[in-house]
């Protein structure tokens, strides 16, 4: 019986040696990535602490695909009983994108000083619960939060053929439009999370308004789209996890609409690219790329890549990604890019996934890396708006 146990517990016991040593591997301060002497690295250092304190993930949920597994916990644990309202814009070739924001009378000692627009992963929208628990975070900071639901989502079925792509977005632009003229006294900020990231980043750019920004965020965004094809569509978790599983789900929201691309010859060939589609990759090769005019999937890839954007950008941008991310690892951040702008810095957590940043007391709190991120930068803009002061003074 001694023997029996001493060859469970040898084995047992260099395991859990090992996973210690792997755990502590992934603790330690974050990384920050940017121009020498920015001031909005020193603004943020001085005003966040988590930039400067250590990140503890957590225990038994380390490895970055179960990180990235609890927001999809969070969808069953997060407190989702909110007051919103949701709005709907009519495009030009008749699409329709939504707004969400709270119900006025229901927060009525909530100020609208500063307004934040999230705009969530690729098939997030105003009922997708970490969107939910975002807006919550936002809401306690005294922010007025704005949820973008594009094209599609949100269980409406689409009144045009026209889809979105990761490029500069007409929906969002006009969105953007829409909540800056009714609240004519406020500053606004925009969290892009994941494929979000990029819409907002890549439409930011080219938006004529864009000086009423004070900030954007962008949590777990590609900031190099062809690196990032390239592990998803290489056998790896990244294609098991995300790109088949997201591309099943893209398919079966456009399948609801099909009805609308029988209608015209060029929508019908469409319809049959998207039907032989099995990936995400798929989907962007086949479908998404042809739409929007593109000459090839590369040459779609190269004009909404980040890495350059980032490069041109003139809004103050943070983004957060973790150095685990199965999509986009450490490996693959733009650094020439980001140190090239004074407007851009990259947090780099050692832990994480995608979009995960669960801390050592989950699931008992909630409370991410990145939740606490965007609980300061937002309490340092509020009290900046208070003290009617520019936050970051950019070159």
């Known amino acids: 019986m001694v023997q029996i146990d001493l060859y469970l517990w040898i084995p047992f016991s260099v395991f859990v040696i090992i996973y210690i040593c792997y755990y502590a591997s992934k603790c330690g301060r974050p990384c920050i990535y940017a121009k020498k002497n920015s001031m909005l690295v020193k603004r943020l250092s001085k005003e966040c602490p988590a930039f400067k304190s250590y990140f503890l993930p957590s225990f038994f949920f380390t490895l970055p695909n179960l990180q990235s597994y609890t927001t999809e916990l969070d969808d069953s644990l997060s407190y989702k009983d909110f007051d919103f309202k949701t709005r709907t814009i009519t495009l030009p070739d008749n699409g329709e994108v939504f707004y969400t924001e709270p119900e006025a009378t229901s927060y009525p000692r909530l100020s609208r000083k500063l307004v934040a627009v999230i705009v969530p992963g690729y098939t997030g929208d105003h009922y997708t619960t970490y969107v939910l628990k975002l807006a919550r975070i936002l809401l306690e900071q005294d922010v007025w939060p704005v949820i973008f639901t594009d094209r599609g989502k949100g269980g409406v079925p689409m009144r045009s053929q026209k889809f979105f792509s990761a490029g500069y977005n007409d ?38 308004r864009r000086k009423a920004l004070l900030a954007q965020v962008l949590i777990s965004t590609p900031l190099s789209s062809l690196q990032t094809i390239k592990r998803l569509n290489s056998f790896s978790a990244a294609r098991l996890l995300y790109n088949i599983p997201f591309g099943h789900r893209i398919k079966a929201l456009l399948l609801q609409s099909e009805d609308i691309y029988k209608s015209s010859l060029c929508g019908s060939t469409l319809l049959r690219n998207l039907k032989a589609c099995k990936s995400m990759t798929d989907i962007d090769e086949k479908f998404i790329a042809p739409m929007f005019g593109y000459s090839s999937v590369d040459a779609y ?10 490069q041109h950008i003139h809004v103050p941008t943070v983004c957060i990604n973790a150095d685990d991310d199965p999509c986009f690892t450490k490996e693959m951040y733009p650094i020439r890019a980001i140190k090239s702008n004074p407007n851009v810095c990259l947090v780099g957590t050692k832990a994480g996934g995608h979009y995960g940043f669960a801390g050592m007391t989950w699931p008992y709190s909630l409370h991410t890396f990145s939740d606490q991120i965007l609980q300061e930068m937002f309490s340092m803009l509020r009290k900046d708006l208070r003290l009617d002061l520019n936050s970051f003074t950019n070159d």
Not at 177 to 185: E, G, H, P, R
Not at 301 to 310: A, E, M, N, P
Request: hydrophobic share 45%; proline share 2%.
């Open 171 to 208: 929906g969002l632009a006009k969105v953007l439009d829409t909540i800056m003229d009714t609240n004519v006294n406020s500053k606004f900020a925009v969290i892009g999370i994941s494929f979000g990231g990029m819409v907002a980043a890549n439409t930011i750019l080219h938006h004529p």
């Open 301 to 310: 890839y190269r004009d909404i890549c980040l890495s350059k954007t980032l």
